[in-house]
């Protein structure tokens, strides 16, 4: 079975940082690319960042740019976010989310972890 | 950045009804579409990718379809335990847009 386990939220001061993590297994995870995203309170969902299953290839959105960076251990078995510069309105849920590509087309998101609270609030 | 346009916001219906959602891409996204549903405090759950396959495991009365730049999204009979929040989200190009959400209660 596919689990993904998220950790490392909390409370930050603004300018503070955090590093989130998720936690994979029931499946290879060096070959599968993968996902953050995250949900402020009562908002919708915002994809923040990919990565590549080699790392070679990695994505950021435009309001995360210069202060998150994605990154993976593949002999861990585990995804991170180095979250820097936190702003208020990075309070969110962060959930880390697996991609699958069946050989054709695109890849798609088909499982996510049960998301880990990050708060940023002096 | 591809725009994806869902609606409504919110819907009410009454069990039994058949429940529509729509979901505009802003440029040709194929069929590169998922329907999520999602539960308070739960994460997202895959219901329909690739606009109309359905995810194993998910109830038939669930079904999608659309390709190119719009989408629909229908649960044939209303159950109560649909209620939720249904969001498109479209995977053609990165970054991964979501639709704003669509809350669906029961009247």
């Known amino acids: 079975e596919v689990q993904l386990v998220e950790s490392g939220g909390g409370l930050v001061q603004p300018g503070g940082s955090l590093r989130v993590s998720c936690a994979a297994s029931?499946?290879?995870?060096?070959?599968?690319?993968m996902n953050w995203v995250r949900q402020a309170p009562g908002k919708g969902l915002e994809w923040v960042s990919y990565?590549?299953?080699?790392?070679?290839?990695?994505y950021y959105a435009d309001s995360v740019k210069g202060r998150f960076t994605i990154s993976r251990d593949n002999a861990k078995n585990s995804l991170y976010l180095q979250m820097n510069s936190l702003r208020a309105e990075d309070t969110a849920v962060y959930y880390c989310?697996?991609?699958?590509?069946?050989?054709?087309?695109?890849?798609?998101?088909?499982?996510w972890g049960q998301g880990t609270l990050v708060t940023v609030s002096s | 950045d591809i725009q994806m346009t869902q609606s409504p916001s919110s819907l009410s219906a009454s069990v039994g009804d058949r429940v529509t959602i729509t979901c505009q891409a802003s440029?040709?996204?194929?069929?590169?579409l998922t329907w999520y549903q999602q539960k308070p405090g739960k994460a997202p759950k895959v219901l329909i990718y690739d606009a109309s396959s359905l995810e194993a495991g998910v109830p038939s009365r669930f079904s999608g379809s659309g390709s190119g730049t719009d989408f629909t999204f229908t649960i044939s009979s209303l159950q109560p335990e649909d209620v939720a929040t249904y969001y498109c989200?479209?995977?053609?190009?990165?970054?991964?847009?979501f639709g704003q959400g669509t809350r669906l209660e029961i009247k």
């Open positions: 989200q479209q995977y053609d190009n990165l970054p991964r847009t």
């Open positions: 990565i590549s299953s080699g790392s070679s290839t990695i």
């Open positions: 440029q040709d996204i194929s069929n590169y």
């Open positions: 989310a697996r991609d699958y590509f069946d050989g054709s087309g695109r890849k798609r998101t088909d499982h």
């Open positions: 029931g499946f290879t995870f060096s070959t599968y690319s």
